[in-house]
DNA sequence: CATTTACGTTGCAGGTACCAACTAAGCTGC
DNA sequence: GCAGCTTAGTTGGTACCTGCAACGTAAATG
């Protein structure tokens, strides 16, 4: 539906034409990036008894802060059901603990145990000395060029991806 | 909590220091860009009456053409019997089927239906545009570069991580 | 021909996910 | 203060994804 003006030089193009051949290459090439990531941190984190799921929860309520239930299914994307049994078994391994809210009886705060905390470093440093190998192939320049573009690629992603109700903005830290 | 070796001065290091920091750096930011790409491709694709895994298995059969089993399960790090199940999914749905290997009566190639083709390539058209959009903002050099990185980031990954659970044969490392 | 190996399926167990229904606690209106 | 509604979280039900182990069948090997 949209002819390539193959007429003219492809590369002169002011943008508008080459954008449908990179979409297709970027979601080609992003599809793969995030299967081989997928499956490799799956396997990565089993070995820390820990499903991803569980994980991400940890890592987020490591970032977050403590957060009711409900504020860290958001941050999660997930069902408030679905948080809660995540929840339950972080509680189960003492990963995490679950203390009221002193303001909201009804509402409780969940937050990393001592032990769920350095678990999760352990794990990120793991994972971190995986990207730090791929990136020996890197020079600073793209090293750097590469984080600019993931995170720019990602606030567009989230931009577009609409509501995110707890719209995690824990991007930028250090410099 | 890591120890800079701040006793030097950290502008003319040769790539040694920064590259942790980098290498957290990515961690995070493809934390970030993953998710969000899973979120949404979940989202997206169960509009059309699929998972994820079968959409990503009736992509892998359009892109690779008929495969068998193990080689459907190896390129999606599955185990067999997991692949198996999710062919079972796509032909109850009629988007693939299963034809007698002619040179060996155990095996079955899977192939996609011309339904199951063409529903692959609505997906497909459907999520471009997102890339598309997410690549508007961004200048034509960038998005070159952006898909560079992000390839050799696979690369890379995929290098280190290996096969997946399912996967006996194409890794003979000779030690 | 018997054994071994390979291909795929099925049984089992556990994780993930949603919706819906539920309990408990807060908040309104009277 | 107590109905009645709303909100926070939990639980039940259902369905899917996943891997391991155990099969049946077919090919390969001796």
Chains 1, 2 share one sequence.
Do not use: W
Not at 51 to 73: F, K, N
Not at 104 to 129: H, K, N
Request: glycine residues 6%; aromatic residues 4%; hydrophobic residues 35%.
């Amino acid at each position: 539906m949209r002819p390539q003006s193959d007429s003219n030089n492809p590369r002169d193009l002011p943008s508008g034409e080459n954008l449908d051949r990179d979409a297709r290459a970027l979601y080609d090439a992003l599809n793969q990036l995030i299967r081989v990531h997928q499956f490799r941190d799956r396997d990565r984190i089993c070995g820390y008894d820990l499903s991803v799921a569980q994980c991400y929860a940890l890592e987020t309520l490591v970032h977050q802060g403590p957060l009711r239930l409900q504020g860290l299914a958001s941050e999660m994307y997930l069902d408030k059901s679905t948080a809660s049994r995540v929840v339950d078994a972080l509680v189960r391994k003492g990963h995490v603990d679950r203390v009221a809210d002193p303001v909201d009886r009804r509402a409780a705060l969940i937050r990393p145990t001592v032990q769920g905390e350095a678990l999760y470093q352990t794990i990120r440093a793991d994972l971190i000395a995986e990207e730090r190998a791929m990136l020996e192939g890197l020079t600073p320049d793209m090293r750097q060029a590469a984080l600019t573009l993931i995170r720019q690629l990602t606030q567009a992603a989230h931009r577009r991806c609409g509501p995110g109700p707890g719209t995690l903005s824990s991007v930028e830290d250090e410099t």
